[in-house]
């Protein structure tokens, strides 16, 4: 363990262990400490030599940095938390082409088919295509591999 005393400022940092704080809380304190840091060292320098400007705006670049690649890192949390959105995620609608699905519709019409393609809506939206009717992945009931009886005819079957 060492500390570092800068005018009245102390940190105090151990080797090699580090708490369990959430990543995001954990970059919100090491951008607080930054700042209390770069404070202290403004305060701390001498007027009559003043820190280097070059390193200063290095300083400065280094937070700026920071901040955007934080800012990037919660843009791509919420991408991803969009795309696995609900009970499918883009990966599990693109594996069910070519798949045998059935199931039944809110107003209780069953249906059967071999997926043939995916369809994007504005929004978002995303229907599957068997055949020519459009099914929403929700009223799926049961996924068979290509060839299994279980879901056999394609399109639209009435109970």
């Known amino acids: 363990m060492s500390d570092t005393s800068v005018t009245g400022v102390t940190s105090t940092s151990t080797s090699g262990t580090t708490a369990a704080v959430p990543r995001q809380d954990q970059a919100e304190v090491q951008k607080d400490e930054f700042l209390r840091l770069l404070v202290a ?5 001498n007027p009559l030599e003043p820190m280097d400007g070059t390193q200063f705006v290095a300083q400065l670049a280094q937070f700026s940095v920071l901040e955007q690649i ?17 009970a499918w995620s883009w990966t599990h609608l ?6 045998n699905v059935s199931g039944q519709t809110p107003d209780g019409q069953a249906f059967s088919g071999t997926v043939t393609a995916l369809e994007i809506g ?3 939206s995303v229907k599957l295509k068997l055949g ?6 929700e009223w ?11 879901a056999g005819s394609t399109g639209v079957t009435t109970p």
């Open 41 to 45: 060292e403004l305060g701390a320098q």
């Open 70 to 86: 934080q800012g990037l890192r919660d843009d791509l949390k919420q991408e991803l938390a969009s795309l696995t959105q609900g």
């Open 94 to 99: 693109v594996s069910l082409i070519g798949q």
């Open 122 to 124: 504005t929004g978002g």
């Open 132 to 137: 020519t009717t459009e099914i929403d992945p």
């Open 140 to 150: 799926i009931g049961l996924v068979s591999p290509p060839g299994d009886a279980a």
